[in-house]
């Protein structure tokens, strides 16, 4: 990629946008999300679920190869233990350590699922990975934010739930245990949500300090943490607490 980081448009609808920008450096070995933050998800929630459910499976590709560490590239192409109990990736027929792989056709973003089960079956769990959008589509239009317990949504008016868009590794927090910089993050990105209107959906470049006391507030409340959707209503709502 020759383009330098200025050189990008990535969210504006009458220059064209992307939701996923792919840095590498084949030269050292580095692959990876150059703007785009990386979201681990290890639990179940009604929204997790309906995330889930959208996913289409598919075959290893480069981009799912830059969401894992270079030696466990070749998990991707080893079958479930449930397909062959002598996969590379089977632990003594029953366990297992796999990889497998997933798209979300909605913002064509790359999905993997880490599998482990212990070599006594027990200890079932998947852990997926995937990268955060840097903004809704230009034909989107926001309907409300999602808290899930450390994970956050947002949802169209069409119906269609995404990951909260998010630049880097910035994350965000809600609740008294989130830490200053993720409930920062959130208290800037749910101000901008109000002062646009609802219209700027984009993960904020740059936090802003200068937040509605009300909003900072709440976002390290109790209230926070709990797991709610919020729409702009409820929003301008805070800020006039």
């Known amino acids: 990629m020759n383009a330098m980081h200025p050189d990008l448009n990535l969210t504006d609808p009458r220059k064209g946008y992307t939701h996923f920008v792919l840095y590498t450096e084949p030269s050292i070995g580095v692959a990876g999300a150059?703007?785009?933050?990386?979201?681990?998800?290890?639990?179940?929630s009604p929204y997790v679920q309906e995330w889930l459910s959208r996913l289409e499976r598919c075959e290893p590709n480069p981009l799912h190869a830059t969401l894992v560490d270079n030696r466990e590239i070749p998990k991707l192409f080893h079958p479930c233990v449930d397909e062959d109990k002598d996969s590379p990736s089977a632990l003594s027929g029953v366990g297992c350590t796999c990889r497998r792989t997933w798209y979300d056709l909605e913002f064509g973003l790359p999905v993997v699922g880490e599998h482990f089960r212990g070599s006594g079956g027990v200890n079932d769990r998947w852990t997926y990975t995937t990268y955060a959008p840097l903004d809704l589509r230009p034909s989107d239009v926001f309907s409300s934010v999602v808290i899930d317990h450390g994970l956050f949504w947002v949802r169209t008016t069409a119906g269609v739930l995404s990951f909260l868009p998010q630049r880097e590794e910035r994350g965000y927090?809600?609740?008294?245990?989130?830490?200053?910089?993720?409930?920062?993050?959130?208290?800037?990105?749910l101000q901008q949500l109000v002062d646009s209107d609802g219209r700027n959906t984009a993960a904020p470049v740059h936090p802003s300090d200068d937040l509605y006391p009300q909003i900072r507030a709440w976002v390290r409340s109790e209230a926070a943490g709990q797991r709610q959707e919020l729409t702009l209503r409820d929003l301008e709502a805070i800020c006039r607490r």
Not at 173 to 189: E, K, L, R
């Open 173 to 189: 927090g809600a609740g008294p245990d989130s830490g200053t910089g993720g409930s920062t993050a959130f208290a800037a990105y």
């Open 34 to 44: 150059a703007w785009n933050a990386t979201i681990s998800i290890q639990r179940h």
